[in-house]
């Protein structure tokens, strides 16, 4: 089962969160922030909100969002924000 | 909608306590909780098939509780996957996510649990760079030890823990830098349990040759990540793909002050930091005084358990006391939402007052409302905070604001 990220497909462990595939795929750096930096994992418990991801249209917590097969999840910045 | 319930944020130990006790004293409970599944830090649920980590005496609790939980039925219900967004001056009590209602219950129980505190370093904003309970929450889930080279930074007992569960897992860390030197002879006051905890840490560590740097803080963390290490024995470069940072724990009580016309108690972390042990003897007097106070009978008495616990925090702290970090370069990000600086900070002038530091300097203006950042603008800028936390206690989509059924917006009275 996988999710997707940028288009491109990532596996999952059931039960896993978006935050945590995306870790595991060595996929730390999660676009561009705003206001300078890089969206990441940061505190792991939706406190810090420096996971913020988009799905759907969303902003969620990366760290806090359930894989599901076939969820798209983009950048904050929009898919091709590098 | 008013609501005949007690809610509890917060499914860990505390707030399941807390729920246990308030169904036993006949007073019905909805406990939620923003995690996908109940257990809050110290029993994060692993992911299924996965086997849990984590001390045997605290899993064995934990197991008791669930089930005594699960014995009350509909008298507790659980909710996860739902933020908690705050509670008004009318006493309404916002809910999104699985549950999105806006309820006004008896009475409301905040087992929010702890934050950790993370002083702002060089580079600490660089994807890699995590707090070192975010690496625990990862390794109680996956039941594996992330991949990579792992280095671990701050102070306090979490580091050795986390460096020695990580080491059982197969991935021992480079080494573990801890600011603090603390004398072993005072620790010898600590209760039995925690030393024998501390002793197999430092045992399992010694045996896998993990280096624990005494007296030593982190410098600089550049891309890749290359962390610089200051030591009493000079500078160590470590390079390293994780980093976990840890400065101590605090309550999680950002924004949960303010106003409110029903029964609001603290229980746990959030009201106290003293630890997983104390959480859940902390969270049945919270579940009692509840009922008591809803029932107009007299307040009990504290438990001697968390006397016990608070001396055993103190001792730790003092164990653990170092200087604070005094010569920070102006670039250090200090603000990580807003991107603001040391420098940034300094740029507001002698004495900035709280308005100045949010509304011109944009300190804490940011989604985590401050909590990461408060605490050390407040120390850098010599005021005390950065001023009134508002509603709500999370950032919240406005689609869930829009949709609370309309009914409960209807019931204010």
Same mark, same amino acid.
């Given at each position: 089962?996988?999710?997707?990220?940028?288009?491109?497909?990532?596996?999952?462990?059931?039960?896993?969160?978006?935050?945590?595939?995306?870790? %595991?795929?060595?996929?730390?750096? =999660?676009? *561009?922030? /705003?206001? !300078?930096?890089?969206?990441?994992?940061?505190? @792991?418990?939706?406190?810090?909100?420096?996971?913020?991801?988009?799905?759907?249209? %969303?902003?969620?917590?990366?760290? =806090?969002? *359930?894989? /599901?097969? !076939?969820?798209?999840?983009?950048?904050?910045? @929009?898919?091709?924000?590098? | 909608?008013?609501?005949?319930?007690?809610?509890?944020?917060?499914?860990?130990?505390?707030?399941?306590?807390?729920?246990?006790?308030?169904?036993?004293?006949?007073?019905?409970?909805?406990?939620?909780?923003?995690?996908?599944?109940?257990?809050?830090?110290?029993?994060?649920?692993?992911?299924?098939?996965?086997?849990?980590?984590?001390?045997?005496?605290?899993?064995?609790?934990?197991?008791?509780?669930?089930?005594?939980?699960?014995?009350?039925?509909?008298?507790?219900?659980?909710?996860?996957?739902?933020?908690?967004?705050?509670?008004?001056?009318?006493?309404?009590?916002?809910?999104?996510?699985?549950?999105?209602?806006?309820?006004?219950?008896?009475?409301?129980?905040?087992?929010?649990?702890?934050?950790?505190?993370?002083?702002?370093?060089?580079?600490?904003?660089?994807?890699?760079?995590?707090?070192?309970?975010?690496?625990?929450?990862?390794?109680?889930?996956?039941?594996?030890?992330?991949?990579?080279?792992?280095?671990?930074?701050?102070?306090?007992?979490?580091?050795?823990?986390?460096?020695?569960?990580?080491?059982?897992?197969?991935?021992?860390?480079?080494?573990?830098?801890?600011?603090?030197?603390?004398?072993?002879?005072?620790?010898?006051?600590?209760?039995?349990?925690?030393?024998?905890?501390?002793?197999?840490?430092?045992?399992?560590?010694?045996?896998?040759?993990?280096?624990?740097?005494?007296?030593?803080?982190?410098?600089?963390?550049?891309?890749?990540?290359?962390?610089?290490?200051?030591?009493?024995?000079?500078?160590?470069?470590?390079?390293?793909?994780?980093?976990?940072?840890?400065?101590?724990?605090?309550?999680?009580?950002?924004?949960?002050?303010?106003?409110?016309?029903?029964?609001?108690?603290?229980?746990?972390?959030?009201?106290?930091?003293?630890?997983a042990r104390a959480a859940m003897i902390d969270g049945t007097r919270?579940?009692?005084?509840?009922?008591?106070?809803?029932?107009?009978?007299?307040?009990?008495?504290?438990?001697?358990?968390?006397?016990?616990?608070?001396?055993?925090?103190?001792?730790?702290?003092?164990?653990?006391?170092?200087?604070?970090?005094?010569?920070?370069?102006?670039?250090?990000?200090?603000?990580?939402?807003?991107?603001?600086?040391?420098?940034?900070?300094?740029?507001?002038?002698?004495?900035?007052?709280?308005?100045?530091?949010?509304?011109?300097?944009?300190?804490?203006?940011?989604?985590?409302?401050?909590?990461?950042?408060?605490?050390?603008?407040?120390?850098?800028?010599?005021?005390?905070?950065?001023?009134?936390?508002?509603?709500?206690?999370?950032?919240?989509?406005?689609?869930?604001?829009?949709?609370?059924?309309?009914?409960?917006?209807?019931?204010?009275?």
């Amino acid at each position: 089962m996988n999710i997707l990220w940028r288009g491109q497909p990532v596996s999952f462990i059931p039960g896993e969160t978006v935050g945590s595939a995306l870790a %595991r795929a060595g996929l730390r750096d =999660l676009g *561009p922030r /705003a206001t !300078g930096g890089r969206h990441a994992l940061f505190c @792991g418990i939706g406190q810090c909100q420096n996971c913020l991801v988009q799905i759907g249209g %969303r902003v969620v917590e990366a760290c =806090l969002t *359930p894989c /599901a097969d !076939g969820l798209a999840v983009e950048p904050m910045g @929009g898919s091709d924000a590098r | 909608m008013r609501d005949d319930r007690v809610i509890v944020v917060g499914a860990g130990p505390a707030g399941m306590a807390a729920a246990l006790a308030l169904a036993k004293a006949g007073q019905s409970a909805l406990v939620v909780d923003q995690a996908p599944e109940p257990g809050g830090a110290v029993h994060r649920a692993p992911l299924p098939g996965v086997r849990k980590i984590g001390l045997p005496e605290h899993r064995r609790r934990w197991s008791a509780l669930m089930d005594a939980v699960a014995a009350k039925g509909a008298g507790i219900a659980i909710s996860c996957g739902t933020a908690f967004g705050g509670v008004d001056a009318t006493g309404a009590v916002l809910l999104t996510g699985a549950t999105t209602r806006l309820l006004h219950p008896r009475g409301l129980i905040l087992a929010t649990g702890a934050r950790e505190r993370v002083q702002p370093r060089p580079g600490w904003t660089l994807p890699g760079v995590m707090t070192a309970g975010a690496l625990q929450t990862t390794l109680k889930r996956l039941g594996k030890a992330p991949a990579g080279r792992v280095l671990l930074a701050g102070s306090g007992p979490l580091l050795l823990a986390l460096a020695a569960e990580l080491t059982a897992l197969g991935n021992k860390p480079l080494a573990v830098v801890e600011a603090a030197r603390p004398p072993l002879l005072p620790a010898l006051g600590l209760p039995p349990a925690y030393l024998a905890e501390a002793a197999r840490y430092r045992v399992r560590l010694a045996l896998a040759g993990v280096p624990v740097h005494y007296g030593a803080t982190v410098r600089a963390i550049a891309e890749g990540l290359r962390v610089t290490v200051d030591t009493p024995a000079g500078m160590r470069v470590f390079d390293a793909d994780l980093l976990g940072l840890h400065d101590g724990i605090r309550p999680n009580d950002t924004g949960l002050g303010g106003p409110a016309p029903i029964p609001v108690i603290r229980a746990g972390d959030c009201r106290e930091a003293l630890g997983a042990r104390a959480a859940m003897i902390d969270g049945t007097r919270a579940g009692q005084a509840m009922a008591a106070r809803l029932a107009g009978q007299p307040k009990h008495a504290e438990p001697a358990a968390l006397i016990r616990q608070r001396r055993a925090q103190a001792l730790l702290a003092r164990l653990f006391a170092h200087d604070a970090p005094t010569d920070l370069p102006g670039d250090t990000v200090l603000c990580r939402c807003e991107g603001r600086t040391l420098d940034d900070l300094r740029a507001l002038g002698p004495d900035p007052t709280a308005r100045d530091l949010r509304l011109t300097g944009r300190f804490g203006m940011g989604p985590c409302q401050g909590r990461f950042c408060a605490e050390w603008v407040a120390t850098f800028a010599g005021t005390p905070d950065l001023g009134r936390a508002r509603l709500p206690v999370r950032p919240l989509a406005i689609a869930d604001l829009l949709a609370v059924p309309t009914a409960d917006s209807g019931d204010l009275a």
